[in-house]
């Protein structure tokens, strides 16, 4: 696995903005309401790969133990990935190749041997989430022409890095990045271990108060299923859910009035605490920087 850069890599000035900084297009895409339907689209399509939903579901207790703390410390990871100092990103990234190293096992529809640190596994987990968020931002409306969607794939090469795939091996822009995943269909199924990882994300379990007391239950559900029915067509197929209720069309008229909904509520609310940090980080640091 590639070596981890050192804080002593970068200058101050590097450090504040971070890997990507307030004039990427990763800025734009990971802050915008959009965000969060594209997230959920990422996990119903990484789980079609039989060997890497194996490893999640082999080695992260939490998946079935604790969901939600797992999908709060993924959320958590691509936050600090995109808006933290690289002081912080690397303090991340470690922790989280900590937790993928000399873990093993064997996937029993496909026969292979692998571990949860192999680069190709690394690299499905990331192009599914790159081609989600990308994907449903554009179908939301966030305004992005074709140049902008390459330069966001081609940002995102240093987040596949950083968790250990090899650079040459990730795509570099969106016909790169279309490309691999038909090179990659034939190798998808539904296995018993994907189904039940799809059944957590489109209906998860809820504490009977936060049912009857919260929002919850039917925020969670408009998002499972706009990020269920903005998956590709072979990917719905695969699943039975070959429409979930939304054409292709009336998908994306959903998923951009969910967005312009969602823009309606203050960013001091909207926003996370992560996002608002790094905002106030970077403007503080401008007469330094400039």
């Keep these: 696995m590639n070596r981890l850069p050192s804080v002593d890599d970068f200058t101050a000035e590097e450090d504040l903005l971070g890997f990507f900084g307030p004039d990427s297009i990763s800025w734009r895409i990971h802050a915008d309401p959009a965000f969060s339907v594209g997230g959920i689209r990422a996990l119903l399509l990484q789980a079609l790969h039989p060997v890497a939903m194996d490893g999640v579901a082999r080695f992260s207790t939490a998946f079935s133990e604790d969901p939600w703390a797992r999908l709060t410390r993924t959320a958590e990871y691509v936050a600090t990935l995109t808006f933290g100092t690289r002081r912080d990103v690397l303090r991340s990234v470690r922790r989280v190749r900590g937790m993928h190293r000399r873990k093993s096992a064997v996937e029993e529809t496909t026969g292979r041997s692998y571990a949860v640190d192999d680069a190709d596994l690394l690299l499905w987990v990331h192009c599914c989430e790159v081609d989600s968020l990308l994907s449903v931002a554009r179908r939301a409306g966030v305004p992005l022409t074709d140049a902008e969607a390459d330069r966001y794939v081609a940002e995102q090469v240093i987040a596949a890095v950083l968790i250990g795939c090899e650079p040459g091996d990730v795509p570099a822009s969106v016909a790169e990045l279309d490309a691999y995943l038909q090179r990659t269909r034939p ?104």
């Design 187 to 290: 190798q998808l199924g539904v296995t018993p271990a994907a189904r039940d990882a799809s059944r957590f994300v489109l209906l998860p379990p809820m504490p009977g108060w936060v049912q009857l007391l919260t929002p919850a239950r039917p925020a969670w559900s408009t998002l499972a299923a706009l990020g269920a029915a903005t998956l590709p067509r072979w990917a719905r197929r695969l699943y039975g859910l070959p429409g979930y209720g939304l054409t292709d069309t009336a998908a994306t008229a959903a998923v951009r009035a969910f967005r312009r909904a969602a823009l309606a509520v203050p960013s001091q609310v909207r926003e996370s605490p992560i996002v608002r940090s790094a905002r106030e980080r970077v403007a503080s640091a401008e007469p330094l920087t400039a």
